[in-house]
């Protein structure tokens, strides 16, 4: 009820703010003596536009209404991003240059939500376009989960021989006729696919190739701004982390990325495992076929690998007990699994359980953790303990916390202790909430986006030089 006497006067504060009416003023003084307490408590019950009006009352109201935690309130109440992602992105990465989480508790006092809420509320709606290195996910930044998925331009779009500037346009015009929207409308968000591994300058010149095919492919459709990110990057920003080691198992193979304040450290080393989703799908493909299950295609195969399956925290604990489940497919039947539910998985372990000759997952974890130690890149030595698993593959049951168990007994306890093992955050969307995080930054697209003009004035003095 006093909640809604003070709507009302939002609408009495418009009338006689510009009437000049004393009387008015007076009238509301008695409002002067509620205890700040209930006022706070009440002006949450506004909207913040009704919050922000009242605030011309009287200094003591301007000082209520300015209150950094009461617009944290409406923020956490308005904003369709969890809260804690939100502090996380607003705090860390508003700027364009992550910055360690040690200082947060500073910097997050330092945040004023007010103006945060004021930018976020007039940002513009941007396209989220999560390309991985299999199936792609896109939609709206405003929204909580990618609307569309598809075969990425690898796989779907164009002949693999074609011009990769052929296929990434073909690709992109693709995304935004199935999105019914403009390019010209929006700015975007691109994850780039972990790719072209090395350190080597002919794995630099390939990255760049990629990226720069990917800004002229969206600048030539005449999109705003682009933002166009790693898509190991993105997925630990997902995880709320700044630096940590990046899991992906992607489509062909699986990649573990040291990354140090937003950047991939490729000088360290990314390690990669010749063992990917398509290798997981077709091992237990080939173990359903020597147990005479008969099924249509590979999509069923893949929606009992994921309904199914899981990681034994003990394999050879695991093979004597009764594991058997069942899962029935449209169209196919029944389906009852065994040991097939996680002897696929420890194929990420054991790779010769498949005939490939690869270091095992945690092998390679382990070897780059090696090599973050050794190189002593930071003050802080526990920058690499912190390991993210993305990917459709990496949301296995039970993966996060074999791979944690496998480190401990692989490691020494200097290196070991503390190690952290994070599933996907947002399971296979990972990636795509995190680009969706740098969408919806107050700050967006400003210092994280290149215009048109800049990326091209950019190439004009390259050739000049």
């Known amino acids: 009820m006093m909640a809604t006497l003070f709507r009302k006067l939002c609408v ?44 011309v009352l009287s200094r003591k109201w301007r000082s209520i209404i300015s209150d950094n935690q009461l ?38 006092q330092s945040v004023s939500f007010k103006k945060v809420y004021g930018q976020r509320a007039r940002l513009p709606c941007s396209v989220i376009i999560d390309g991985g290195s299999g199936y792609c996910k896109y939609g709206w930044s405003t929204l909580s989960t990618p609307s569309w998925r598809s075969a990425t331009f690898l796989q779907e779009f164009g002949n693999v021989e074609s011009p990769i500037y052929t296929r990434l346009r073909h690709f992109f015009w693709t995304i935004y006729s199935r999105m019914q929207t403009k390019p010209s409308s929006q700015p975007v968000v691109v994850s780039i696919p972990i790719c072209h591994y090395d350190d080597t300058e002919s794995a630099k010149a390939s990255r760049r190739q990629l990226k720069e095919a990917i800004y002229t492919a969206l600048f030539d459709m005449n999109v705003p701004a682009v ?79 994921e309904k199914l399956c899981y990681v034994a925290i003990d394999y ?19 389906f009852i699994l065994k040991k097939e539910r996680f002897q696929t998985g420890e194929i990420l372990f054991q790779p010769r359980l498949a005939g490939v000759r690869a270091m095992g997952l945690h092998q390679a974890v382990a070897l780059c953790m090696d090599h973050c130690h050794s190189a002593e890149l930071s003050e802080d030595t526990n920058w690499f303990k912190t390991v993210v698993l993305c990917g459709g593959s ?10 944690e168990k496998e480190l401990h007994g692989l490691l020494d306890p200097d290196v070991s202790d503390g190690i952290t093992v994070v599933p996907p955050p947002y399971g296979a969307d990972t990636a795509w909430f995190g680009a969706k995080m740098i969408g919806n930054l107050s700050t967006f697209p400003g210092p994280w986006c290149i215009t048109k003009k800049q990326f091209r004035q950019k190439h004009k003095t390259n050739r000049i030089w």
């Open 12 to 55: 009495c504060e418009t009338t006689s703010s510009n009437s000049n009416n004393h009387q008015s003023s007076s009238s509301c003084s008695w409002l002067e003596s509620l205890p700040s307490e209930i006022v706070i408590q009440i002006v949450r019950l506004l909207d913040p536009k009704q919050a922000a009006q009242l605030s």
């Open 316 to 334: 050879e604990a695991e093979l004597s007990k009764d594991t058997h489940a069942s899962f029935e497919a449209a169209g196919e039947g029944l």
């Open 227 to 305: 933002c166009a990110l790693n898509q190991a990057v993105l997925a630990l920003y997902a995880a709320k982390q700044t630096s940590g080691i990046v899991v992906n198992i992607g489509f062909q193979v699986t990649s573990v990325v040291p990354i140090l304040n937003g950047k991939v450290m490729r000088k360290v080393g990314v390690e990669v495992v010749g063992l990917g989703a398509l290798k997981l799908t077709g091992f237990l493909r080939e173990q359903m076929q020597l147990n005479n299950m008969n099924f249509d295609s590979m999509y069923t195969v893949r929606l009992l690998k």
């Open 71 to 108: 617009w944290a309130h409406f923020l956490e109440a308005h904003d369709p991003q969890p809260w804690d992602s939100l502090l996380f992105s607003e705090t860390f990465l508003s700027d364009a240059y992550p910055l360690p989480l040690p200082s947060s508790v500073a910097q997050m």
């Open 394 to 403: 990496a949301c296995l049951p039970g993966l996060a916390e074999r791979l």
